[in-house]
């Protein structure tokens, strides 16, 4: 075997490693139904704002397509289930949808994923039987573009795909959807497109609260829950049902397809018999997937690897049928201002009442010295914009324009927003380019607010009053693990005989 080839062989397995010990990744579904939403480039304004990186949409809509462009936001859009029919009829209907609907906004818009239908399981037969030859037509139109790499195609499903799910280790898929899960099985492990599902512990317990604890489908049990079968222990029902859909897989010998939960939450808002539907039910449980997903160690059954999930949704849908808590998903309302406070880094502790402050008893915020230009201009806009504050004080001439440069128009802005939105840790975020501090920024005659004070800047500046509080709930950035490059053992990189 050559020196050459071996290191060749090397790298590639280094790189396998890496891949396969990548950083699970949390993002958001941005559902629209609703007549009050804001424009989407509002919407992207938001989610850069917090740093989402992940976001999923349900069809391809070029006002929305085009507000994500050159986000570096990565997207995964869908086709309908109304919509099969002419995908799975017509190699030529797929080519002209991705020629008109994809082709045109990629790759400045980031596509990665096309979900083919949604939930066929709760479908009529005569749509689920479509799925399958839709996906085929659609991997084959993107083949022919040469994106079949870089965009996966796959489809949704809920967890009434299984017969059974508990214990985990009984999951198996329902026999009666095995003419169109076989294929699509296969068509996923030929293509390494991960299996799809939307998992709501919430249900689970609104359904049977006399079986389910609510401790348990919100990741705060104390005790455990044992698999008779296995004697493994379950801390929470989102792992349970993980680990059911991994049986049901294991039992059909796709061992290899990976699982992708691309819809998971909890309502903050309910009807009088959904009362589980609370804001503080609703922030324990988001808080406590993130922070599970962002240190994700694997499941029970399936130790290790990474998962990626969509937390469901952006905002409150008002046009969606069904039971209060239907409408009632979102982290944001339509205006833009928080549902409740979220924490997005999946590191910290949120405060659910109360503010924190520095040691004397006060803090500002002020930017950080260590976040691009970018980030900083993103955070910025969105505070002068939609976080309503008022930066006339910034303005030429004001007492505060002076620097005049972004770190110091910034951390105006970023104090004004913190100081009226309950200087809570959470309002200092601005996607980790904020920074609480003890020592007062202010100088000349540029005060900086505090809470409860007032803005005391020179009187030729104009200060609006605090608007309806609107916490910020800032967003982890995922990225490989880059670390594992220095601690891997450097000797699969150097020439070696054998």
């Not at 017969?163 to 009666?176: E, T, V």
Request: hydrophobic share 40%; charged share 15%.
């Amino acid at each position: 075997m050559s020196r050459g080839f071996k290191l060749i062989f090397a790298v590639f397995l280094l790189l396998m490693i890496l891949g396969i010990c990548r950083a699970s990744k949390v993002g958001v579904c941005y559902g629209r139904n609703a007549d009050d939403l804001p424009t989407p480039d509002k919407v992207v304004q938001l989610i850069q704002m917090h740093n989402i990186k992940y976001v999923r949409i349900y069809d391809t809509n070029i006002q929305v397509l085009k507000a994500f462009a050159n986000t570096g936001i990565e997207l995964m859009i869908g086709i309908p289930n109304s919509d099969l029919l002419p995908f799975a009829q017509f190699q030529s209907n797929a080519n002209t949808w991705l020629k008109n609907s994809v082709l045109p906004y990629y790759p400045a818009t980031k596509i990665t994923y096309i979900t083919v239908g949604a939930e066929l399981t709760e479908a009529p037969n005569s749509t689920s039987a479509l799925v399958v030859p839709a996906m085929q037509n659609v991997l084959t139109a993107l083949k022919r573009a040469g994106l079949h790499k870089r965009i996966k195609v796959s489809s949704t499903h809920s967890l009434g795909v299984l017969s059974r799910s508990f214990p985990p280790s009984a999951g198996a898929f329902n026999s009666s959807h095995a003419f169109f899960l076989k294929p699509m099985l296969e068509f996923l492990a030929e293509n390494q497109s991960p299996f799809m599902i939307d998992l709501y512990p919430y249900y689970a317990y609104r359904d049977s609260s006399t079986n389910v604890s609510l401790d348990y489908a919100l990741f705060e049990a104390s005790s455990e829950v044992i698999d008779p079968n296995t004697g493994l222990l379950y801390t929470n029902m989102f792992d349970a049902q993980l680990d059911a859909i991994n049986y049901a897989l294991m039992a059909l010998n796709f061992k290899t397809v990976n699982i992708m939960v691309t819809e998971t939450g909890w309502p903050s808002k309910g009807s009088p018999k959904e009362t589980a539907a609370t804001p503080d039910n609703a922030q324990t449980y988001n808080t406590n997937l993130i922070r599970y997903v962002v240190n994700y160690t694997g499941t029970p059954a399936k130790p290790g690897g990474a998962v990626d999930v969509y937390v469901f949704s952006l905002f409150n849908e008002n046009r969606k049928p069904g039971l209060a808590s239907e409408r009632n998903w979102g982290l944001f309302f339509p205006d833009q201002t928080s549902v409740y406070n979220l924490d997005f880094t999946g590191k910290g502790v949120v405060d659910m009442t109360g503010n924190t402050t520095g040691s004397n008893g006060t803090s500002w915020c002020i930017a950080s010295s260590s976040a691009s230009e970018a980030d900083l201009q993103n955070a910025l806009s969105w505070a002068c914009g939609s976080g309503n504050v008022d930066c006339s004080a910034i303005q030429p001439s004001q007492p505060c324009f002076e620097p005049d440069n972004l770190a110091s128009h910034a951390s105006y802005a970023f104090n004004s927003y913190y100081q009226q939105n309950g200087a809570t840790d959470i309002a200092c975020s601005f996607g980790g380019v904020g920074v609480r501090t003890n020592k007062n920024p202010s100088y000349d005659n540029c005060l900086y607010a505090t809470t409860g004070g007032k803005k005391a800047i020179a009187s030729n500046a104009t200060v609006a009053s605090p608007t309806k509080s609107s916490s910020s709930s800032p967003q982890r950035s995922y990225q490989w693990t880059q670390h594992l490059l220095v601690v891997f053992p450097l000797f699969l990189l150097v020439p070696f005989e054998i």
